[in-house]
């Protein structure tokens, strides 16, 4: 999998959208009272829906209208729709080239990507796929927005066909009250702020993972990947000390949430890059063998808890995971070795059963660390399929496990990718570290910031 060494990120902090959706705690939140806005009627309307208010918040805008604070009422229907916008013939859409025409040429217009032939059916070929559109930037583009795509538009697609935000069942609320903070651990499995589904070599949607950070160290006027990790509180990063020991004071660090395509900025919501007010790395963290592999980094302002970023929850101390089957996400190389690439989207490998230490043990005991070797207690193990595991690049990356077995709509922070041998070999687990086991370290080690974590 995929985590990009050449990527080159601006170290400035980067505005957010001032957005506030459902949690468990206020500090899942933020971790100041002023760090989420009061939501406005359109905001809470976006949110909850309700009979109240306007048609084309909750039947067609939801999370793909807010896409950019600027868009108007015009713009929105130019590129949304909706049942109060003007009917979609009385619409003018800008000409463009389409593939191998000239401009104008047979009607092709710049229209929502959803409207051209094809494009909700997913046994067309490769090149004209959903797929395009995701490895889409502005600079190769011929139409000037995101979603744009140049086509012969077929018209809008159905309400069968066209994907909408699930069906509120909530009506407005005063906005006064505060929305309910935002739950831990809540994947976006049909990504945010656009219609598109499914993926090409395991890459996610935008915002499916929302607990997803990268971690980087400055140079110059860019900065250099270094790893991954997964966003605890709006202000903690739990990542591996291995990534970070060699940064202690955290001055050179940075840290992006909400990334997904490394190659383009005109994804629909904005990452937020955040600088690191302090590395926290586990006193009995060892080096030559990465026992207690655990690093804290608190940020030096929190981040905006959004509809691409969220919190993943804690376990609980020495939960066990034990035949679970979870999964894992970076950006990290698709394969072991010098064929091995780094990845621009973020990518997810899935179905990952965690394999129970004692097995595991024995399985790793067959490769060449030999009959004699002993898996440290604060390891975790979990793959030996052919083909499926995290790589080089994805250190301290999140392995999540469904909060329970029979729901697999929220995740748990199992383990952190630490080291493996060789990557994807068959009944060769990938070895992470046990977050269950360092619960309370976390806790005691963030008591002198007063920062209340996510928890199931």
């Not at 985590?3 to 400035?12: C, G, I, N, P, Q």
């Not at 800008?94 to 494009?119: H, I, K, L, N």
Request: overall charge negative; charged content about 20%; hydrophobic content about 35%.
């Amino acid at each position: 999998m995929a985590a990009t060494a050449r990527l080159v990120a601006a170290a400035a902090v980067v505005a957010a959208l001032a957005v506030v959706t459902p949690g468990t705690s206020a500090a899942c939140v933020a971790a100041k009272d002023d760090a989420a806005p009061t939501p406005t009627d359109a905001e809470l309307c976006e949110l909850f829906g309700g009979a109240s208010c306007p048609r084309t918040w909750t039947q067609r805008g939801g999370r793909a209208v807010r896409q950019a604070e600027d868009l108007n009422t015009d713009e929105i229907c130019k590129i949304f729709g909706g049942p109060s916008c003007p009917a979609d013939d009385d619409k003018v859409y800008e000409p463009c080239t389409c593939r191998g025409g000239s401009a104008g040429s047979a009607g092709c217009q710049c229209v929502p990507y959803y409207m051209c032939p094809g494009r909700l059916d997913d046994k067309g070929d490769e090149e004209d796929s959903l797929i395009d559109i995701r490895q889409q930037t502005r600079d190769n583009s011929t139409c000037d927005h995101y979603l744009h795509e140049c086509c012969l538009p077929s018209g809008p697609p159905s309400a069968e066909t066209a994907p909408n935000p699930s069906p509120s069942t909530q009506g407005p609320r005063d906005a006064s009250t505060p929305a309910p903070p935002q739950l831990c651990g809540v994947r976006n499995r049909l990504g945010v702020g656009t219609r598109i589904s499914g993926g090409l070599n395991d890459e996610t949607n935008f915002g499916e993972i929302p607990w997803m950070v990268a971690v980087f160290r400055k140079r110059g006027d860019g900065a250099e990947y270094l790893c991954g990790g997964g966003l605890i509180a709006p202000n903690v990063v739990l990542t591996a000390a291995h990534c970070v020991i060699n940064d202690v004071s955290g001055s050179s660090l940075l840290v992006r949430a909400g990334e997904w395509d490394s190659r383009t900025e005109a994804e629909v919501y904005k990452h937020q890059d955040r600088d690191v007010e302090n590395v926290i790395i586990h006193p009995d963290y060892k080096r030559k063998t990465l026992h207690n592999n655990m690093g804290l980094l608190v940020l030096r302002e929190p981040v905006r808890i959004g509809y691409h970023i969220g919190t993943i929850c804690l376990p609980e101390q020495d939960q066990n995971f034990d035949f679970n089957t979870c999964l894992v996400s970076g950006w990290g190389k698709d394969k072991f070795g010098k064929d091995g690439v780094y990845q621009n989207i973020l990518r997810l490998i899935e179905d990952l059963p965690v394999v129970p230490h004692a097995e595991c043990q024995d399985k790793l005991r067959r490769t060449r660390l030999g009959a004699k070797f002993i898996l440290h207690k604060t390891f975790m193990c979990a793959g030996g399929i052919q083909g499926r595991d995290a790589c080089t690049g994805d250190g301290g990356s999140p392995l999540v496990c469904p909060m329970t077995q029979d729901d697999d709509s929220r995740y748990v922070y199992a383990g952190i990718v630490s080291w493996g041998i060789g990557c994807g070999t068959a009944d060769v687990p990938g070895v992470y570290a046990d977050v269950a086991m360092f619960r309370t370290w976390i806790e005691e080690a963030l008591a002198p910031y007063n920062i209340q974590l996510c928890s199931s």
